[in-house]
Nanobody, 120 residues
Framework: QVQLVESGGGLVQPGSSLRLSCTASGNIFSIYAISWYRQAPGMQREWVAHSIATGVPTYAASVKGRFTISRDNAKNTAYLQMNSLKPEDTAVYYC??????????????WGQGTQVTVSS
């Protein structure tokens, strides 16, 4: 069994920063990819950022230059540093991880989401 748990969301003012965390636990051998998505009320879930074990992270145009994805492999944790937040960043943020289990299976997992609200 593998679980992903996000944390770090909250209510902040425009221009503020937040750091989201996504921690994987369970039968994990390695995490080969991490993505962050978000879903605003009444909108489809949209991709925000992506990181693979080797390679340069990629970002949606709407967050490039403001958001940074990073990983701590020793802790099986990924982060999304969000700076210069705007009201349009308000959404539930989800992490998605491509995980190779100790048994050798590769599967994709989603976290439960964490709410980010940017409002004055």
């Amino acid at each position: 069994q593998v679980q992903l748990v996000e944390s770090g969301g909250g209510l902040v003012q425009p221009g503020s920063s937040l750091r989201l965390s996504c921690t994987a636990s369970g039968n994990i051998f390695s995490i080969y990819a991490i993505s962050w998505y978000r879903q605003a009320p009444g909108m489809q879930r949209e991709w925000v950022a992506h990181s693979i074990a080797t390679g340069v992270p990629t970002y949606a145009a709407s967050v490039k230059g403001r958001f940074t994805i990073s990983r701590d492999n020793a802790k099986n944790t990924a982060y999304l540093q969000m700076n210069s937040l705007k009201p349009e960043d308000t959404a539930v943020y989800y992490c998605n991880a491509g995980i190779r289990t100790i048994g050798g299976q590769e599967n994709n997992f989603w976290g439960q989401g964490t709410q980010v609200t940017v409002s004055s």
